[in-house]
């Protein structure tokens, strides 16, 4: 079991400028999620792929995030034009397409705007 | 979302049984009550799940009360690795349910040497 894997593990950047982040799920997950936690607080839902459909995105996401999973298998969640409050980390989760199959999640990648 | 609420901190010392009380009063009848953890500087982890009846896994216990109203977490013997933020959530299971879990602010358990 390989888990989920995320790279890069941490990204500095500076304002304005455009970061992309990967996620691999574990091989036979068919689902895909993205949530975003920051310090002290639980992890909150981004958005969801069943395959390389992205059924659900939440409010949070605003017009300058866009995610991808183009064949079904690693997805991409790009930031155009940062900005200080999206500093956090991006944690991306897989699981089995039955029912509540529980989430396996990656370690995250941390995202420090300056 | 049916929410719940959690102490924010808690404390134990090893190899002593934790009890981590999660309080659901507006759950519904297919809620399911899912568990997670998550270690200093990881992601959340699984840790169990159940709807009705008591569950035992490798990991821990959940014990859910008659009403459903309430259930807890017991790891039956702590250690220094099972410190880390508990989440209680629950799961919808209707319709085109999928794991879009809502996580609250924990219990942050501390575990004693």
């Known amino acids: 079991d390989t888990g989920v894997s995320q790279d890069p593990r941490h990204k500095i950047t500076k304002r304005g400028q455009n970061v992309t982040f990967r996620c691999d799920p574990i091989?036979?997950?068919?689902?895909l999620y993205w949530y975003r936690q920051t310090l002290g607080q639980g992890p909150e839902f981004l958005t969801y792929?069943?395959?390389?459909?992205?059924?659900?995105k939440s409010r949070l996401l605003s017009d300058r995030f866009s995610a991808e999973r183009p064949k079904g298998s690693f997805s991409t969640l790009e930031i155009q034009r940062t900005e200080q409050g999206d500093s956090a980390m991006y944690l991306c989760?897989?699981?089995?397409?039955?029912?509540?199959?529980?989430?396996?999640f990656g370690n995250g990648t941390r995202l420090t705007v300056t | 979302d049916a929410k719940t609420t959690q102490p924010n901190s808690m404390e134990s010392n090893e190899e002593e049984p934790v009890h981590l009380p999660c309080n659901h009063s507006?759950?519904?009848?297919?809620?399911?009550i899912h568990w997670y953890r998550q270690l200093p500087s990881q992601g959340p982890e699984y840790v169990i799940h159940?709807?009705?009846s008591n569950v035992n896994n490798r990991m821990a216990s959940l014990a859910i009360a008659e009403d459903r109203k309430s259930s807890t977490l017991i790891l039956h013997r702590a250690t220094l690795r099972d410190a880390a933020v508990y989440y209680c959530?629950?799961?919808?299971?209707?319709?085109?349910?999928?794991?879009?879990?809502?996580f609250g602010q924990g219990t942050i358990l501390t575990v004693h040497p």
């Open positions: 507006t759950i519904s009848g297919t809620d399911y």
């Open positions: 989760a897989s699981s089995l397409d039955v029912g509540l199959s529980p989430l396996h």
């Open positions: 091989s036979e997950h068919n689902r």
């Open positions: 959530i629950l799961l919808y299971a209707g319709g085109t349910s999928y794991g879009k879990l809502t």
């Open positions: 792929f069943q395959n390389e459909a992205q059924l659900e």
């Open positions: 159940g709807l009705t």
